[in-house]
Nanobody
Framework: QVQVVESGGGLVQPGGSLRLSCAAS????????MGWYRQAPGKQRELVAG???????NYADSVKGRFTISRDNDNNTVYLQMNSLKPEDTAVYYC???????????WGQGTQVTVSS
């Protein structure tokens, strides 16, 4: 059974930092492009950052220069380092694993990030 599990969310003040982690099943991690998405109340889910199986990264304009995505292939984990957080970053953050062959995609259950003073 394939699993994608996020952790690391929480409450942080504006300007603060958080690091999200996403552990995926060993069977898919090395052959998946990984991504972090977020969904705020009343809004559509949007891509925040993605990293390919070869570690090429891309970011939404709204987080460039503040967020960094990385992957640890030895531990089947992808990270999202979030710095200089703003209230508009408040959302449920989801991890996604998309196989580089075929169309299979897997989602985690989400982790809440709240930026508030």
């Amino acid at each position: 059974q394939v699993q994608v599990v996020e952790s690391g969310g929480g409450l942080v003040q504006p300007g603060g930092s958080l690091r999200l982690s996403c552990a995926a099943s060993r069977s898919i991690f090395s052959i998946s492009d990984m991504g972090w998405y977020r969904q705020a109340p009343g809004k559509q889910r949007e891509l925040v950052a993605g990293i390919t199986s070869r570690s090429f990264a891309n970011y939404a304009d709204s987080v460039k220069g503040r967020f960094t995505i990385s992957r640890d292939n030895d531990n089947n984990t992808v990270y999202l380092q979030m710095n200089s957080l703003k209230p508009e970053d408040t959302a449920v953050y989801y991890c996604n694993a998309r196989l580089i062959v075929g169309i299979a995609t897997y989602w985690g259950q989400g982790t809440q990030v709240t930026v508030s003073s």
